[in-house]
């Protein structure tokens, strides 16, 4: 199976860097992408540029061969739609499974996407969730598709929706940048090379 983990990860974290790692293990894939986010539909285009992001990510994921990072959204121009994102992986891989992972927060608006019907045709999703998470009422369009055995999401290439606890760290990349802006430390928060990269490159002050 394959995962995709997208975010615009202005700057790339533990938070990000942590989940990402620990659903590749319980999930068991093949393969787990970060999909660095070019443009995003639902907010603000990010002040630090894609290639810099991008960079940061390649010096966070170094030498973890489990983390591997995907820039087909870097390379697209206009708005960053995961439904196009998830059609064209869709393209690559056949009918390998395919998970897109997602936070909680993110599922509670997912009916607010691009299309966002037809993210289920490409992928399964996989709802990231911290304890005491109550989701909001499924669409009709998802209860069919709700599932409560994570081995299930084998068995067909997509379609399917399931719940999964992780532990995730309080970890906000909008309080790293405030940090940054107050030449505050952010050590232990982000790895030390992007700390460095970020500080030569004078981001976010």
Same mark, same amino acid.
């Given at each position: 199976?394959?995962?995709?983990?997208? $975010?615009?990860?202005?700057?790339?974290?533990?938070?990000?860097?942590?989940? +990402?790692?620990?659903?590749?293990?319980?999930?068991?894939? @093949?393969?787990?992408?970060?999909?660095?986010?070019?443009? =995003?539909?639902?907010?603000?285009?990010?002040?630090?540029s894609a290639a810099m992001r991008?960079?940061?990510?390649?010096?966070?994921v170094k030498g973890t061969a489990?983390?591997?990072? @995907?820039?087909?959204?870097?390379?697209?121009? $206009?708005?960053?739609? &995961?439904?196009?994102?998830?059609?064209?992986?869709?393209?690559?891989?056949?009918?390998?499974?395919?998970?897109?992972?997602? $936070?909680?927060?993110?599922?509670? $608006?997912?009916?607010?996407?691009?299309?966002?019907?037809?993210?289920?045709?490409? +992928?399964?999703?996989?709802? &990231?969730?911290?304890?005491?998470?109550?989701?909001? =009422?499924?669409? @009709?369009?998802?209860?069919?598709?709700?599932?409560?055995?994570r081995h299930s999401l084998k068995?067909?290439?997509?379609?399917?929706?399931?719940?999964?606890?992780?532990?995730?760290?309080?970890?906000?990349?909008?309080?790293?940048?405030? &940090?940054? +802006?107050?030449?505050?430390?952010?050590?232990?928060?982000?790895?030390?090379?992007?700390?460095?990269?970020?500080?030569?490159?004078?981001?976010?002050?």
């Amino acid at each position: 199976m394959i995962g995709i983990y997208g $975010g615009t990860f202005n700057p790339i974290h533990y938070g990000h860097l942590r989940t +990402a790692l620990e659903v590749s293990e319980i999930f068991a894939l @093949d393969e787990m992408r970060l999909l660095p986010c070019a443009q =995003p539909a639902h907010r603000a285009e990010p002040e630090v540029s894609a290639a810099m992001r991008l960079q940061m990510l390649q010096l966070a994921v170094k030498g973890t061969a489990a983390l591997q990072i @995907d820039t087909r959204e870097l390379q697209r121009a $206009g708005p960053s739609y &995961m439904v196009d994102t998830l059609a064209s992986i869709r393209a690559d891989i056949a009918r390998l499974p395919l998970i897109l992972f997602i $936070g909680s927060d993110a599922f509670n $608006g997912l009916t607010s996407w691009h299309r966002w019907q037809k993210l289920s045709d490409y +992928a399964h999703i996989v709802v &990231m969730t911290r304890p005491g998470f109550t989701p909001d =009422p499924l669409p @009709d369009f998802y209860t069919d598709k709700r599932v409560d055995d994570r081995h299930s999401l084998k068995s067909c290439p997509s379609g399917k929706i399931y719940f999964q606890q992780v532990t995730q760290l309080d970890i906000s990349a909008t309080a790293i940048r405030q &940090m940054f +802006a107050e030449n505050k430390s952010a050590r232990f928060l982000l790895p030390e090379s992007v700390i460095e990269y970020i500080q030569a490159k004078r981001l976010y002050t």
